[in-house]
T-cell receptor
Framework: DARVTQTPRHKVTEMGQEVTMRCQPI?????VFWYRQTMMQGLELLAY????????DSGMPKDRFSAEMPDATLATLKIQPSEPRDSAVYFC???????????FGNGTRLTVT | DQQVKQNSPSLSVQEGRISILNCDYT??????FLWYKKYPAEGPTFLIS?????DKNEDGRFTVFLNKSAKHLSLHIVPSQPGDSAVYFC???????????FGKGTSLLVTP
């Protein structure tokens, strides 16, 4: 059963520290998404990639967030420096053909103190 | 700017009864709609979808209804089971977009 894998599952860090979240999309999926879930906003899109190229990262705070796909099996989301308001659950999702549903990982729960 | 709205944060239903979860959208370019189900500490999982050329799609106990003129869709679960207790997200996609727009979710509790 193919799954999107996210690491770490939980991360607690202090304000100002760098945080890196990793995602392994389902093999063969060429579109990767980063979403953030908060109580106030629900699931909000941060960025997405198609064939490893960033298509839209307008949902990300540009000054502190960056997203990359070094290769087809790894997507990363970095926050530097982290702030308490970044505390949320960050989900990665991937998709194969355009009309197919997204497959989500189990998320990284980030707490910034 | 929330283009997909789920105005009920929570819903409680008795086992065996019908659960109806509602969703409204504002963007008339949306033409594909999905429902996702999310258990605690897990990612959302796809449940059912509907294209704008249809007004109903059924899959077992789950039926999604789409009213394009009202920009409204609903998910019906009949009969509801305790295992259906989860957060349900409505999502929408336009034919020119890649990314799903999600609502804030409705937490469904099915009581025995």
């Amino acid at each position: 059963d193919a799954r999107v894998t996210q690491t770490p599952r939980h991360k607690v860090t202090e304000m100002g520290q760098e945080v890196t979240m990793r995602c392994q999309p389902i093999l063969g999926h060429n579109t990767v998404f980063w979403y953030r879930q908060t109580m106030m906003q629900g699931l909000e899109l941060l960025a997405y990639f198609r064939n490893r190229a960033p298509l839209d990262d307008s949902g990300m705070p540009k000054d502190r967030f960056s997203a990359e796909m070094p290769d087809a099996t790894l997507a990363t989301l970095k926050i530097q420096p982290s702030e308490p308001r970044d505390s949320a659950v960050y989900f990665c999702a991937s998709r194969g053909v355009e009309s197919s549903p997204l497959h989500f990982g189990n998320g990284t729960r980030l707490t910034v103190t | 700017d929330q283009q997909v709205k789920q105005n009920s944060p929570s819903l409680s239903v008795q086992e065996g009864r019908i659960s109806i979860l509602n969703c409204d959208y504002t963007n008339s370019m949306f033409d594909y709609f999905l429902w996702y189900k999310k258990y605690p500490a897990e990612g959302p999982t796809f449940l059912i979808s509907i294209s704008s050329i249809k007004d109903k799609n059924e899959d077992g106990r789950f039926t999604v209804f789409l009213n394009k003129s009202a920009k409204h869709l609903s998910l019906h679960i009949v009969p509801s089971q305790p295992g259906d207790s989860a957060v349900y997200f409505c999502a929408a996609l336009s034919n020119s977009g890649y990314a799903l727009n999600f609502g804030k979710g409705t937490s469904l509790l099915v009581t025995p």
